[in-house]
């Protein structure tokens, strides 16, 4: 039996997720998981230890986001989260292990492209700025059992980043995310013990492949 052309059409609409329609003055709420994973690059632990350096471990924790579309194709993200990274010895530090450890909060604002805001999905590219300060640093036992009684501080930073994703309809004002950024973070750290005080400078410069789901308001 044929299906006439308006119940065919019909079908497909039921069928197709509303299209979200995103345009200027809407703001897009999103929660994500994301991965902080750090491509770091570090100098010596000077002046004592001056074959040793440092490594940073990654981060999945919670993230949310807002994104303000200021014309139907351009948009203002704020990104703010929360981690926590371990310090790892390297070099001549490999046999300690785990040296300290550390809160940081980078938030981060993108101004974005929306390449198809009309569409079901809308691929997105975006650059900004990022300031990432740290805190709560706390030097490990194994450390404090090697050298003594150690204060750690790591220097704020502020950077670049950029950023690619997409967002998919799964409802009229509800859609899928995936986000990948590069935000270029630089440190020193400082290990006080005593009188005595080691630097080592640490290019932290993240990955951070998100996976979320947003609203639109």
């Not at 039996?1 to 329609?21: C, D, G, R, Y």
């Not at 040793?52 to 351009?74: A, R």
């Amino acid at each position: 039996m044929k299906i006439p052309f308006a119940a065919s059409i019909l079908t497909i609409a039921v069928a197709a997720p509303a299209q979200a329609q995103v345009e200027a003055g809407d703001v897009l709420v999103r929660a994500r998981a994301i991965l902080v994973s750090p491509t770091e690059e570090a100098g010596p632990v000077t002046p004592t230890f001056p074959g040793g350096s440092v490594g940073v471990s990654d981060s999945v924790m919670p993230e949310i986001d807002f994104t303000y579309m200021l014309t139907d194709h351009i948009g203002a993200e704020l990104i703010l989260a929360t981690t926590k990274h371990d310090i790892v010895g390297r070099g001549t530090l490999a046999g300690i292990d785990k040296l300290a450890d550390t809160w940081a909060l980078p938030p981060t604002l993108t101004l974005q492209y929306h390449f198809a805001p009309k569409g079901h999905v809308r691929p997105y590219v975006g650059a900004g700025i990022n300031y990432t300060t740290f805190y709560s640093a706390d030097a490990s036992r194994s450390l404090e059992t090697a050298i003594g009684k150690t204060e750690v501080n790591l220097e704020d930073s502020f950077g670049y980043a950029l950023q690619a994703g997409v967002d998919i309809d799964i409802a009229p004002r509800v859609f899928l995310n995936f986000d990948v950024k590069y935000i270029d973070i630089d440190t020193t750290a400082r290990l006080r013990t005593g009188a005595a005080i080691n630097r080592v400078d640490v290019s932290l410069d993240p990955v951070v492949p998100s996976i979320g789901i947003g609203m639109r308001f």
